[in-house]
């Protein structure tokens, strides 16, 4: 059914009221190549869980919402197993499917709201694993010709939560499906953040797919915000990547700067320096930076998008004037 003048409210994890000039759910392949023919002159934005997109601005086209729901064993051999989903699948129904069957590789990337379709986009990653070590392939519609293509692991060109659909392919293509490839015998990775405090202190001597998976769930839980109770869309920046010449000098001049040796260069987590500019918990008006990790921008009450993207703007030039550190935007802006 198509609607007019939805407000997305519900439909975004910030919780910003934005109006749609149409909008419309689809379950099947046939029925979006029907909606594209049928709006081909409105602008489209695909939505799926509204968990990485901050409004602020009303829709003045149609909001497309994928609802397609399948979840399927696609293949498998000695070792791996093909798990396919349709891009309407909540990405932590995915997680669960394969944890239940006890197929590796996916426990890291539990409790990450959002649906499957979105996860290439960003290449989402918590706890030292991202979508791209699992992932097989993507089924997209070009929203343009209306055909259907495949995209490999390689030619998503996955980065650091960046992939082609990010950036050159932005808006050009409707994923409809994605194929994750799990081990059979699982290759535990728990070396990142707090998971093996969290796995001794549940007792677990014997490392599992489902004990990781408990183990992020708890974690993740204790930390951050449930946007059922208070509307954000996780870390508002990425963490920056900086070059080692700029690092050394503010190694130099914070002699505790946390940092993490990449290939691509120095990272240093974006809410270590946000709350070294004393801004961890602060609030203005509706908005603020949440009390447990300020990399969380939250929405109090009855912030608008501009209020939000307003709060980021004064962070960005807060942390540039004190560290010299551009900080960029994780969330999707509309
Ligand atoms: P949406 O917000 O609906 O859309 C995001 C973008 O993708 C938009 O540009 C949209 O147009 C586009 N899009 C959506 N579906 C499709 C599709 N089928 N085809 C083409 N384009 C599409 N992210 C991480 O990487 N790691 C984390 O650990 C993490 N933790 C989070 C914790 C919390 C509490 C919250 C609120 C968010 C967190 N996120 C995290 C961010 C977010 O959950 C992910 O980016 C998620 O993949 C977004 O999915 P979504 O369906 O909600 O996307
Ligand atoms: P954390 O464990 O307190 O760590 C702080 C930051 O340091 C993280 O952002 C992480 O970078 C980095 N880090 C920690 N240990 C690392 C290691 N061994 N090697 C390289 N980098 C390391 O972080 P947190 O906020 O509680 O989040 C835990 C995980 O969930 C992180 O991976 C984070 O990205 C993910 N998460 C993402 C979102 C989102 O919206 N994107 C929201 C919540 C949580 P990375 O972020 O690069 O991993």
């Not at 093909?82 to 409790?111: D, T």
Request: hydrophobic share 45%; charged share 20%.
């Amino acid at each position: 059914m198509i609607r007019k003048n939805l407000d997305l409210r519900q439909l975004n994890t910030f919780g910003i009221s934005a109006s749609a000039k149409y909008y419309a759910a689809f379950d099947t392949v046939s029925e979006l190549r029907q909606l594209l023919a049928e709006f081909n002159d409105e602008t489209k934005l695909v939505l799926g869980g509204g968990s990485n997109i901050l409004f602020t601005k009303d829709v003045e086209g149609l909001v497309l919402h994928n609802k397609i729901d399948t979840i399927d064993i696609a293949g498998e051999d000695d070792n791996f197993v093909w798990v396919k989903a349709g891009a309407g699948v909540p990405w932590h129904q995915m997680v669960q499917y394969c944890v239940e069957r006890n197929f590796g590789g996916i426990e890291n990337l539990s409790l990450i709201p959002g649906s499957v379709g979105a996860a290439p986009m960003q290449n989402i990653g918590a706890y030292g694993v991202e979508i791209k070590d699992i992932f097989w392939e993507l089924e997209a519609m070009d929203v343009a010709e209306k055909s259907i293509r495949i995209f490999s692991n390689e030619a998503c060109e996955f980065g650091y939560r960046e992939s082609i659909f990010k950036n050159q392919l932005k808006g050009k293509y409707i994923i409809l499906s994605v194929t994750c490839r799990l081990r059979k015998r699982p290759v535990f990775n728990t070396s990142y953040g707090a998971i093996e405090s969290e796995l001794a202190a549940m007792g677990v001597h014997t490392l599992s797919v489902k004990a990781i998976s408990d183990a992020v769930i708890r974690i993740r839980s204790a930390k951050l915000p449930d946007p059922a109770v208070i509307g954000n869309a996780g870390s508002f920046f990425k963490n920056p990547v900086i070059a080692p010449a700029l690092f050394q000098q503010l190694q130099n001049s914070f002699p505790g700067i946390p940092f993490y040796k990449g290939a691509a260069g120095i990272k240093i987590p974006a809410a270590w320096l946000i709350e070294q500019c004393g801004l961890k918990g602060m609030r203005i008006g509706n908005v603020g930076c949440y009390k447990n990790q300020p990399l969380v921008i939250v929405n109090y009450g009855n912030a608008s998008g501009e209020e939000i993207f307003g709060f980021s703007e004064r962070i960005i030039e807060v942390v540039q004037a004190r560290f010299g550190i551009q900080l960029h935007r994780e969330v999707n802006i509309y």
